[in-house]
């Protein structure tokens, strides 16, 4: 008998004790004595298999009681062991409508009748509903026999495992709904292969693996669609591309690197390697292994990145394998390099080929092409679950028409979760392989994520803050980059808690819920982080405007003194002999006609990032802002301007390293 069948047996069986055991009016309480001796009758005709004498008998209590939940559920258990899944769930949805706190096993029931029925959407909500109920005493249900409690224990150890069987179910509904599949058309796809397609956040752009011939080599084509229409695809920056093959690319959510293939260039450890570079818009730049232990003696290609940039996927026939090409995934260290790579293991991998992994943004559903698992054709693409212990599930076949009786590879999905793409060799294509795509009618369940662009910035000068950390809760730290930017990947709808801790602003700290986004643009997140120091204005004397520098207004009767302090290359740091040389400046300036005003002004040279120039020649200024103030110098104005960079126009470099103090005198 299955294992199902002797939990619910056993549950009617512990049934009649606790029915016994009731005193009271209602047919929840005790049963006349006659319906008490049917119900046992129907338990005993439930153990010998006798289902329609139990049907009959159920039924029998049900005409005298129609709400006694113990029959309904007696009933729905009769039809789930005869496999009328419909009947069950008809029966079991009654059972919980009349008696929602009787039994809690019984929201597992109901739900797994659904799911047999095929009604997966109801069934994930009353699991997920059951699942919900665990934190309740066991009091709050008026049936909690010995019996209850042992299914209970049965159906918990089930759950997460019965919620992902449900998504799955959904989304493989969703690919068989699929009305067609499209050939991106010849501006893309020509009488060669094409495959491996990565598309942006937008859409607007593509990337792809082309190959004129079975002889030639593989390069790295792009092509971009600004209204809507792929233009014809040419090869990335002449540079990038060699005489050998360059393969699958995947770009990190963030727009800004890629991973790709790169065999038999100087610098590779085997055939084939992955490499990064970064991105510009189509333009490919700075190819370079990636660090850690990735690449080895054997062939690596085809990476797939998580959307937070934490795990990296990729085939390779590296050993400790389970057959020909098999998928890996490493994590990221701290230090940014990759962890030593793990095999996802015998539900993933076969003896035969597994490769062009793809992995959704929630982190939660892998995509892949397979040889060794049962497919339709030669090559298939299908998707595994991976659950709460990071294991994953038997993978599931996509169906048709996203595969055929022909190869399909490198499955690619978009941004928002609507679009996907894939490389077949299908009849009616244009020539060997060729890139198709095809439309979902609604995402497929996973969870939605929203990408997050950040930017951390100067409140009063408005200037990028680079290598700022920023410290969330539950969720690893990132940094700002040069230009102040940084990217994370948010759960939809759910709330992040950050602080920023920078060295001269004021500690930011905030808690903000990100929305759910399409991701065809960023979600924007802007910091603003204000300056520890900000020099006091005195303004009493004069109506200026406070966005005018000193230097343009007029001043009647006064004198302009000026003094240049110079900074070593990269330094914001006042020396001692700086120091000194101030305070001399300071002593003769200040100890003759009253001061009116104080500016200063910092300076950087043009060697590097005009944001970085700029941030570094405001810190120069507010330096000596700080020096003075520590001298209790009260002055009418003190006026910083951070000017950025200096070209040199042939002066040298340590010149532009500078700060002038101009001080204005009452000549009276």
């Given at each position: 008998m ?11 069986l ?30 005993q005709a439930?153990?010998y ?7 009959k ?6 005409k ?5 939940v113990?029959a ?5 258990a ?24 009787f ?15 095929g009604?997966y959407?109801?069934a ?20 909690n ?12 150890d ?7 069987a ?8 969703k ?11 010849e ?39 600004p ?49 990064q ?36 996927y990729?085939?390779s ?29 015998p539900?993933?991998?076969t ?26 054709g ?32 490198g499955?690619?999905?978009s ?6 793409y ?56 990132v940094?700002s ?6 990217f ?8 992040i ?13 905030r808690?903000?819920?990100i ?16 300056p ?37 290359f990269?330094s ?24 009116m ?35 209790g ?25 500078r ?10």
């Open positions: 299955p294992k199902t069948a002797i939990i619910f047996i056993s549950v009617f512990s049934l009649g004790t606790f029915l016994n055991a009731q005193t009271g009016d209602s047919p929840f309480d005790i049963l006349p004595e006659k319906l008490g001796d049917a119900y046992r009758d129907a338990e439930l153990i298999r006798d289902f329609d004498g139990a049907l008998l159920f039924t029998k209590i049900l005298k009681y129609p709400e006694f113990p309904l559920r007696g009933i729905g009769c039809h789930i062991l005869m496999s009328e899944y419909d009947l069950a769930a008809k029966y079991y949805d009654k059972a919980l409508e009349l008696g929602p706190r039994s809690r096993a019984l929201y597992y029931e109901t739900a797994d009748a659904h799911f047999k029925s009604n959407y109801l994930r909500e009353i699991f997920i509903e059951f699942d919900s109920l665990s934190n309740l005493p066991i009091s709050s249900f008026s049936y026999g010995s019996a209850e409690q042992f299914a209970e224990q049965e159906y918990y089930k759950i997460e495992r019965s919620i992902r449900c998504n799955v179910a959904m989304d493989s509904i690919f068989l709904n699929i009305a067609k599949v499209e050939n991106l058309g501006s893309i796809n020509t009488k060669g292969d094409e495959y491996f397609p990565f598309v942006s956040n937008d859409q607007k752009l593509i990337f792809y693996t082309a190959r004129k011939n079975e002889n030639a080599d593989e390069n790295l084509f792009y092509s971009s669609a209204f809507g229409k792929w233009r014809i695809g040419q090869k990335v920056n002449n540079d990038f591309n060699t005489d050998f093959h360059e393969g699958m690319t995947t770009l990190i959510r963030d727009g800004r690197k890629m991973i790709f293939t790169a065999c038999q260039r100087e610098g590779i450890l085997g055939p084939c390697d992955l490499w570079a970064d991105v510009k818009g189509e333009k490919i730049l700075e190819p370079r292994p990636v660090i850690g232990y990735v690449n080895s003696p054997m062939w690596e290609s085809q990476a797939a990145i998580s959307c937070d940039g934490s795990e990296l990729f085939a026939n590296r050993e400790g394998g389970e057959g020909g090409t098999d998928i890996w995934i490493c994590t990221r260290l701290d230090d940014g390099r990759w962890a030593e790579p793990k095999n996802l293991g539900n993933v991998n003896e035969g080929d597994e490769e062009a992994p793809f992995i959704t943004n929630d982190g939660k559903v892998l995509y892949f092409s397979s040889t060794g698992h049962l497919g339709m030669e090559q298939d693409i299908f998707f595994t679950r991976r659950g709460a212990d990071s294991t994953w599930d038997f993978p599931v076949n996509l169906g048709t028409p996203v595969n055929s009786s022909y190869r399909e590879l499955f690619f999905l941004a928002d979760g609507k679009t996907g894939l490389a077949s060799n299908r009849k009616g294509g244009i020539g060997g392989m060729d890139i198709y795509k095809f439309t979902l009618s609604d995402q497929l369940n996973s969870d939605p994520i929203t990408f997050v662009e950040g930017h951390v910035i100067d409140s009063i000068l408005k200037t990028p803050i680079p290598n700022a950390t920023i410290q969330f809760e539950n969720r690893t730290d940094q980059d040069e230009e102040g930017r940084f994370i990947c948010v759960k939809g709808d759910d709330m808690d950050f602080e920023v801790l920078e060295k001269d602003y004021h500690k930011y700290k808690k903000k819920t929305p759910i986004w399409d991701n065809k643009n960023f979600y924007k997140l802007e910091i603003m982080m204000d520890l120091f900000r020099l006091p204005v005195y303004n009493e004397p004069l109506d200026i405007d406070l966005e005018t520098p000193i230097s343009d207004v007029s001043f009647p009767n006064s004198k302009e003194i000026k003094h240049q302090l110079f900074y070593g990269d914001d740091e006042l020396t001692a002999d700086m120091k000194d040389d101030l305070l001399g400046f300071l002593q003769t300036t200040f100890s003759g006609n009253p001061v005003s104080v500016e200063i002004v910092g300076y950087a040279d043009d060697i590097g990032a005009d944001s970085y120039n700029l941030i570094l020649s405001e810190k120069r200024a507010k330096a000596v802002g700080v020096f003075l103030k520590d001298k110098i009260r002055v009418d104005k003190i006026y910083i301007e951070g000017k950025g960079e200096q070209k040199s126009s042939g002066k040298p470099k340590w010149k532009n390293r700060v002038e103090v101009v001080v204005r005198v009452d000549e009276g």
